[in-house]
């Protein structure tokens, strides 16, 4: 179940939510390793004030009965909070550039399930308010403890009346071989898409 409603400048939500959960924990099985989901409760908190040009975001969950990395059951509690300040017309013109800073924690750290566990992220939100609706979004996640340093690139741009074309770029650096991303430490990539829409504009 959830609430939502707009009380002033404040967007506030709440929600419950008992069932099998969405994020797997792993176990070796047959010589593989398989997704194991498990029945979890879960109460969740977002909340959202605007204050002019600057957005304050927090986004917080309580749950129960969920294994850890450890493959051991632990309740936990894990936020994301921050802010979006958006300069306007940048350039003197049409171009918008947001400022991002948010702070990710979850209580198990070390034994998380995610990498974001103790991390400070900084970003910037370009977008260029033209007819080809071109944009770029750029996030750093640095996690406080090992240093480890995660950067994605998303951008797009519409490059005709029915077609898109899409840049995503994510790399993994200064990776810890004790910590969660050492997993991931060779998984760098870039993508680039080129999106069709039939019967319509992009």
């Known amino acids: 179940m959830r609430f ?24 070796f099985q047959g010589g593989a390793l398989r997704p194991f989901y498990e029945l979890i409760g879960q109460i969740g908190l977002d909340a959202q004030y605007t204050s002019g040009a600057t957005l304050w975001k927090f986004e917080g969950i ?10 051991v059951n632990e309740d936990f509690a894990a936020a994301t909070g921050g802010l ?11 171009m918008d550039l947001g400022l991002i800073a948010e702070y990710a924690l979850d209580s198990r750290f070390d034994d998380a399930t995610t990498i974001f566990q103790n991390d400070l992220i900084l ?4 977008a ?18 090992s240093a480890e340093i995660n950067l994605r690139l998303e951008a797009s741009r519409r490059v005709f009346e ?3 074309l899409g ?4 790399a993994f650096l200064n990776t810890d071989n004790q910590g969660l991303a050492s997993s991931l430490k060779r998984d760098s990539y870039l993508r680039v898409k080129l999106t069709y829409f039939f019967g319509g504009g992009a």
């Open 167 to 170: 840049l995503e770029a994510q």
């Open 62 to 71: 309580g749950r129960i009965n969920q294994k850890n990395r450890d493959f």
């Open 4 to 27: 939502a409603g707009v009380f002033g400048d404040v967007d506030l939500g709440v929600s419950g939510f008992y069932g099998l959960g969405h994020d797997p924990a792993f176990v």
């Open 162 to 164: 029915d077609m898109t």
């Open 123 to 126: 970003g910037a939100r370009l």
């Open 84 to 94: 979006e300040h958006t300069l306007f017309a940048v350039d003197g013109d049409n």
């Open 128 to 145: 260029l308010n033209d007819a080809a609706s071109s944009s770029l979004l750029f996030t750093s996640a640095i996690d406080v403890e």
